[in-house]
C-alpha cells in the first residue's frame, strides 16, 4: 500500500506542486486514511476580491480534485472575514480594505464556479467569518501570544518593508494568524494555496501544534502568469480567464497568450502532456489548448462552436453569429445624422468611461461596421443597425 501512495503522490499529486512539506508526512496520513482511518480534510482559502474565479483559481481546484477522486474532503474556505484586514503576501503594501456588502457580491456565484472542477458530494463550502467572527478581544490576545514577532519578519515581503522603513501594522500580523486558524477550526490535513502563501501556510502547521493538532501538510502551486506574459493572472490587472466566461471569450482569450506560455498553461491547466508541437507549430498547439480547456469547462460541442466563431470572426473576417442589440437614445443623433463616436461608443456599454473610449480609439481598437475608427474626433453616419466593435472579442449591434 505505501508503495502504491508514494507513487500516486510522486506521479499524481505533485504534478505542478512548487512546494510539497513534507512528502512523507503527507505518505503517512494517506496510509492511514486507506487503512480505515477519516478521510483527509483538503483545505482551500478563497479570497472574495472579485466576482469571478479565474484559470488560476483552478491549478489548486484541480488539485483538491484529484484529493477528491481518492475519497478525501475539499474544504472550501472563503475568506470574508479576513478580506476585511488585508493580505500583503506578495506585495510592498497593505491592500486596500473591501465592504461587506461588495466582499458578499463577489461571493454570488463562487459555489457555481468551483463545482465546474470539484466534486459537489466531497465538497464542503466555509466562511471564515463562522469562526473568526466569534473571537473576542482574549481569544485574539491568545492567539497572538502563539507567534512571534521575529517568526513574523522571515516572510519575505515582510523583511523587505521593515528594512527599507515602510510601515508594517499589526493588524498585517494578525493575517497569517487568522489564515492558521482557519485550519484549526476546520481541522484541516492538507492546505494548498498559490506559492506566494507559503509562508502562511507554514504558520498554520505551528498554530495548528498551539492547539493540539496533527500539521497540516502543505502544498503550493505556482502562480499563473496571465495574458499579458508577464503577471500573475488577476482580475484587478485584467489579465485572466474566467472559468466561467462564454465558450467563445475563454477560447479567443487563450489563443492571445503569448505562445511562451502555452506548455506551463498544458502542464497547470489540463491532464495532457505538452504537444510535440509546442515550439515547430505553436499556433497550431495553442488551438488545441484552447479547444481543450473550452472543453473541459464547457463540452465538446460549445468548444468546436467557438473554434468555428473565432475562424469566422477574425480569420475570415465575418460578421459574429451572435451580436447583443443595444438601442440607443435619439438625442445623441445629430441633425445631418452622425453621432460623435465618443457618445456611440458610450451607448453600447462596452467602455467603462469616455476617456478609456478615446484611448482605445487611439490605439486602434475600434471598428465600426469594420472599418477602424481613425480618431476620436470622427462623427459616425448612423445608419442602423450599426455593427460596433471594441477589442477582439466584444461585439454590439446598435439601434435608435
Known sequence: MTERLERVVDQ??????????????????????????????????????????????????????????????????????????GDPSGRSSTRGLMSEEDIRRNMETYKDQAFKILDPDRTEFRYNSEWLGKLDFADIIQLSAKYTVARMLERDDFAKRYRGGVPISVLEFLYPLAQAYDSVAIEADVELGGDDQLFNLLVGRDIQREYGQEPQIVMTVPLLIGL????????????????????????????????????????????????????????????????????????????????????????????PTDVATVAIDRGIVKEDGTVWVIDLLDATGLVSSRGEAKRLIKQGGVRINDERVATPDTDVVFDPPVLVQVGKRSFVELVL
Open 12 to 85: 499524481q499529486l505533485s504534478r505542478s506542486v512548487a512546494h510539497l512539506v513534507p512528502r512523507d508526512e503527507l505518505i503517512q496520513k494517506l496510509v492511514r486514511a486507506e487503512a480505515g482511518g477519516r478521510p483527509l480534510r483538503v483545505k482551500l482559502g478563497i479570497d472574495p476580491s472579485a466576482p469571478h474565479l479565474t484559470l488560476g483559481h483552478s491549478v489548486p481546484l484541480r488539485k483538491m480534485r484529484q484529493f477528491q477522486d481518492l475519497g478525501h474532503i475539499g474544504v472550501l474556505v472563503v475568506g470574508d472575514f479576513t478580506r476585511r484586514i
Open 228 to 319: 499579458d506574459g508577464e503577471r500573475a493572472m488577476s482580475q484587478t490587472t485584467g489579465n485572466y480567464v474566467g472559468i466561467n466566461e462564454s465558450p467563445e471569450e475563454m477560447y479567443g482569450k487563450i489563443l492571445s497568450i503569448p505562445d511562451g506560455l502555452t506548455a506551463s498553461y498544458y502542464t497547470f491547466l489540463t491532464d495532457s502532456d505538452v504537444p510535440s508541437n509546442v515550439e515547430t507549430e505553436p499556433r497550431d498547439a495553442k488551438r488545441q489548448l484552447a479547444r481543450k480547456i473550452v472543453a473541459m469547462y464547457h463540452g465538446n460541442g460549445a468548444a468546436t462552436e467557438a473554434e468555428a466563431e473565432f475562424d469566422r470572426v477574425h480569420i475570415h473576417h465575418e460578421r
